[in-house]
């Protein structure tokens, strides 16, 4: 099994970038897809990137395409994701999840981290 903890969460402006870190516990991290979602208040969780164990597969959100870079370091049991451009619309807390198999489809995540909060300011 695989716990996940974030970090790297905080206020920025808009412009500004974060980088968020998620680090796995467990022996077979890299077995796994990493997803990074993200849920706004009164909002629904959404996706916004993955990574396949190998690095072979990405996919990102429309809304965070060329902004956001998804990365791994499976020797390390970490998942970054690096967060450039940002805008007020990208508050949310950001929650890193583990899957078997590729997907990006959150209900197919099965170990979630306890979340971080990102805040941009206009």
């Known amino acids: 099994q695989v716990q996940l903890v974030e970090s790297g969460g905080g206020l920025v402006q808009a412009g500004g970038s974060l980088r968020l870190s998620c680090t796995a516990s467990g022996r077979t991290f890299s077995d796994y897809t990493m997803g990074w979602f993200r849920q706004a208040p009164g909002k629904e969780r959404e996706f916004v990137a993955a990574l396949s164990w190998s690095g072979a597969f990405t996919k990102y959100a429309d809304s965070v395409k060329s902004r956001f870079t998804i990365s791994r370091d499976n020797a390390n049991n970490t998942v970054y994701l690096q967060m450039n451009s940002l805008k007020p619309e990208d508050t949310a807390i950001y929650y890193c999840?583990?899957?078997?198999?590729?997907?990006?489809?959150?209900?197919?995540?099965?170990?979630w981290g306890q979340g971080t909060q990102v805040t941009v300011s206009s």
């Open positions: 999840a583990a899957a078997r198999g590729w997907t990006v489809k959150w209900n197919n995540y099965d170990r």
